[in-house]
């Protein structure tokens, strides 16, 4: 979800002057409102001081440089149907620059948390899991995902209660959500069977994933500036030889921090850039 923070407003210039281990790109420490990366415990392995993650700017993201840990949380500000253009602007060296910082329609903050499987009413249906994330603003519906060296899975969809009207979805096979390590230009895809119950109806469909790191450059958001690589996949959802959804996600991700913003489009976008996204979420304090 995001890194660790230290004393916010402090003057640097190298990532391991602040306590954070984050100097954003004014050239102050990054605050410390929001939970540690992967590795953030003292005792716990990582690339930085005492455990910390530490990035190190390679232009590529290992797992040991995304939060990815059941019990992380951080605050993130959601806008709904939103305007903001996806395509960014030119920053030279085929770079690109966003900014999503400055306040937008319809903005709410929101704690977004890792939740733990233990005790959880559907953690028999999905043994292997690491932890689950709500998908979307406005719903309740929870991921399941899995963690592995290689890559970042979606198992299935739950709903948080049981009962008769329970959503429990599952992949077969998993979705490949993140390929790891993170490079620009890496591709993967996926194409699952979907089947279970949603809202207690019995439902069976076929999604599809196609991922590609397409774009490299910096992402401003209230939290600060980050260096980032944006992940663009686009879904599509079919049954039979019907064409049920098709929907595009940008995901600008940076190391040690994770998603640090994500774009998603309306139903059946058909523009590879588009500036009327369905939700903008992006870190904020």
Same mark, same amino acid.
């Given at each position: 979800?995001?890194?660790?923070?230290?004393?916010?407003?402090?003057?640097?210039?190298?990532?391991?002057?602040?306590?954070?281990?984050?100097?954003?790109?004014?050239?102050?420490?990054?605050?410390?409102?929001?939970?540690?990366?992967?590795?953030?415990?003292?005792?716990?392995?990582?690339? @930085?001081?005492?455990?910390?993650?530490?990035?190190?700017?390679?232009?590529?993201?290992?797992?040991?440089?995304?939060?990815?840990?059941?019990?992380?949380?951080?605050?993130?500000?959601?806008?709904?149907?939103?305007?903001?253009?996806?395509?960014?602007?030119?920053?030279? @060296?085929?770079?690109?620059?966003?900014?999503?910082? =400055?306040?937008?329609?319809?903005?709410?903050?929101?704690?977004?948390?890792?939740?733990?499987?233990?005790?959880?009413?559907? =953690?028999?249906?999905? *043994?292997?899991?690491?932890?689950?994330?709500?998908?979307?603003?406005?719903?309740?519906?929870? @991921?399941?995902?899995?963690?592995?060296?290689?890559?970042?899975?979606?198992?299935?969809?739950?709903?948080? =209660?049981?009962?008769?009207?329970?959503?429990?979805?599952?992949?077969?096979? *998993?979705?490949?959500?993140?390929?790891?390590?993170?490079? *620009?230009?890496?591709?993967?895809?996926?194409?699952?069977?979907?089947?279970?119950?949603?809202?207690?109806?019995?439902? =069976?469909?076929?999604?599809?994933?196609?991922?590609?790191?397409?774009?490299? @450059?910096?992402?401003?958001?209230?939290?600060?500036?980050?260096?980032?690589?944006?992940?663009?996949?686009?879904?599509?959802?079919?049954?039979?030889?019907?064409?049920?959804?098709?929907?595009?996600?940008?995901?600008?991700?940076?190391?040690?921090?994770?998603?640090?913003?994500?774009?998603?489009?309306?139903?059946?976008?058909?523009?590879?850039?588009?500036?009327? *996204?369905?939700?903008?979420?992006?870190?904020?304090?």
């Amino acid at each position: 979800m995001s890194a660790c923070g230290g004393s916010g407003g402090t003057p640097c210039t190298r990532d391991d002057e602040c306590p954070s281990n984050f100097c954003k790109a004014d050239g102050t420490c990054g605050p410390a409102e929001v939970d540690a990366a992967v590795g953030g415990d003292a005792d716990a392995p990582g690339d @930085g001081p005492s455990g910390l993650c530490t990035p190190n700017h390679d232009g590529s993201i290992t797992l040991a440089e995304l939060p990815l840990v059941a019990g992380k949380m951080a605050n993130f500000r959601v806008a709904q149907n939103a305007t903001f253009d996806t395509a960014g602007s030119a920053a030279g @060296g085929g770079m690109r620059r966003w900014d999503l910082a =400055a306040q937008l329609a319809n903005d709410t903050d929101t704690p977004l948390a890792l939740s733990s499987p233990a005790g959880q009413w559907w =953690a028999p249906a999905f *043994p292997g899991a690491s932890y689950a994330a709500v998908l979307s603003t406005g719903s309740d519906l929870l @991921g399941v995902f899995k963690v592995e060296p290689a890559q970042v899975t979606l198992l299935g969809v739950v709903s948080p =209660a049981a009962g008769a009207f329970r959503t429990e979805l599952a992949y077969d096979p *998993p979705v490949k959500i993140l390929a790891l390590p993170i490079t *620009p230009t890496a591709t993967w895809t996926s194409t699952s069977t979907v089947s279970g119950t949603a809202q207690g109806a019995i439902v =069976a469909y076929t999604e599809k994933y196609a991922s590609l790191v397409d774009q490299v @450059g910096t992402m401003k958001t209230p939290f600060g500036e980050f260096p980032v690589v944006r992940i663009a996949t686009d879904l599509t959802r079919t049954s039979g030889f019907t064409t049920l959804l098709t929907k595009r996600q940008f995901a600008w991700t940076a190391e040690c921090y994770g998603s640090v913003a994500t774009v998603s489009s309306q139903d059946f976008e058909t523009s590879a850039e588009f500036d009327d *996204p369905a939700e903008v979420r992006r870190l904020a304090p």
